[in-house]
């Protein structure tokens, strides 16, 4: 590089920026500063103060600005809901939903906040321990990385954003490169609402830039959202620190021949093709007893065929397009491979620029990627079954298990599949896809690590403190 010229001063480096696209038609619609590899140090010596303010913070305080925030979003739901349609796909429909669902999320942390302080130990109640009182109270761990994916670009940011400041942390917060505006959004959002700045950093950047931080011994936990690969190179880096995970699944949904299959139909069409298919815990195997299944599919292609693909800000539209080209020829390339070993195309598998329309696929061998993998796109599968006992069996077979449903007007049956399906949630008379924001959330076998939902997040958040005060009496 040549010298400056004396008496010149040089201009500084100009920070690189990061495009973002709308996935349906490839327009550029915003962009984020990267943050560079050398500027870790920093982002960290930012959360280490922030830590410290963040836990001075009262808890009253941070009720309040969790309250402020969600209010302030709840106001902007529009901008909130046109940014989710631009820079993830989503129809306005589904997005505007995503927007009152992230609100709630905000409210049940700003209440978890004033909630769940402690609890009074007894510990007159064991030999020994007669002359001491105490408690417990739920202390912040300090510095927590939160890593976010691109389905759900602002619910599933504020449900790892909310339980963090709840319980008195520090975040630094890394949304998915492809939907990153609706975070920074957010991230307005609490700081207008009186969040201190040192308590919350952004950062955007390549993989260098998140490994980096992972591996901070100053990082007490990593809360990720996302694939099993990205996972086993996240926990291999992190080292002794907390970690929580959702990895992904691949639902299965049983229908009984006593269900009511009009019900079951609409349930499981909406569960499969919600957000593109782009849904961990979206519908992709349905289990059909064979005493109905050809009724049950019949009805099935019927209401796919229905549904309207296409611009995602219509009001009309259904399904909008997947997030890359990429994905989109991920899922065709597995469907490929499926049909060239005997699966049968019912509906579907045409693609329109990033937009797969709804496919629904039969006789697909189990021992094919898009069996035995999770899709993650616009496509389910039909199988018929002989027995309850055979479904369980068939949906068991999976290693990533987040949540199943069924259907059926039997309790006995039921009852039968909620104790035997080895899953973190399971849907009866609903659709897989059901997901409350205060309720647990993870999965069995390979489905997470540890539990979100803001109660759970926020006790896996923040550590308890035993005080205890012996009441001894004076001597003479």
Known sequence: MPKSSPGTVEAPALPLFHNVTSPYDQRVIGAVPLTD????????????????????????????????????????????????????????????????????????????????????????????????????????????????????????????????????????????????????????????????????????????????????????????????????????????????????????????????????????????????????????????????????????????????VGDPSDELTDVGPMITARSLEDVRAKVHEAVERGAVVLAGNVATGNILHPTVLEEVPEDSRLWSEEVFGPLVMLRPVDSLEEAIGIANSIEFSLHAGIFTASLGDAMKAAKEIQAGGVMINDSSDYRFDGMPFGGFKYGSLGREGVHFAYEEMTQPKVICIKNSTARP
């Open 37 to 308: 590899a050398t500027a870790v140090d920093s982002v960290l010596d930012a959360a280490r103060a922030g830590a410290k303010v963040a836990a001075g913070l009262s808890r009253d305080a941070r009720g309040k600005i969790l309250d402020r925030a969600a209010n302030l979003v709840e106001d902007r739901r529009d901008l909130f809901a046109e940014t989710i349609v631009a820079e993830a796909g989503k129809t306005v429909r589904q997005a505007r939903k995503e927007v009152l669902r992230a609100v709630n999320t905000l409210r049940l942390s700003a209440a978890e906040t004033r909630r769940n302080a402690g609890e009074v130990v007894p510990f007159d109640a064991y030999e020994g321990s007669e002359d001491r009182l105490g408690w417990f109270s739920r202390e912040p761990l300090g510095i927590i990385l939160a890593i976010t994916p691109f389905n759900d670009p602002l619910n599933l940011v504020a449900h790892k954003i909310g339980p963090a400041i709840a319980g008195g942390n520090s975040v630094i917060l890394k949304p998915s490169a492809l939907t990153p505006l609706s975070a920074q959004l957010l991230t307005e959002a609490l700081l207008e609402a009186g969040l201190p700045q040192e308590v919350l950093t952004v950062v955007h950047g390549e993989r260098d830039v998140a490994q980096k931080i992972i591996a901070a011994r100053d990082v007490r936990m990593v809360s990720f959202t996302g694939g099993f690969s990205t996972g086993e190179s996240i926990a291999s880096a992190a080292g002794l620190k907390k970690l929580s995970m959702d990895l992904g699944g691949n639902a299965p949904v049983i229908v009984m021949a006593d269900a009511d299959l009009q019900e079951a139909v609409a349930s499981c069409v909406s569960g499969a093709f919600w957000a593109a298919g782009q849904n961990c815990v979206g519908v992709q195997r349905i289990l059909v007893d064979k005493l109905v299944y050809a009724e049950f599919r019949e009805l099935f292609i019927a209401a796919t065929n229905e549904l309207v």
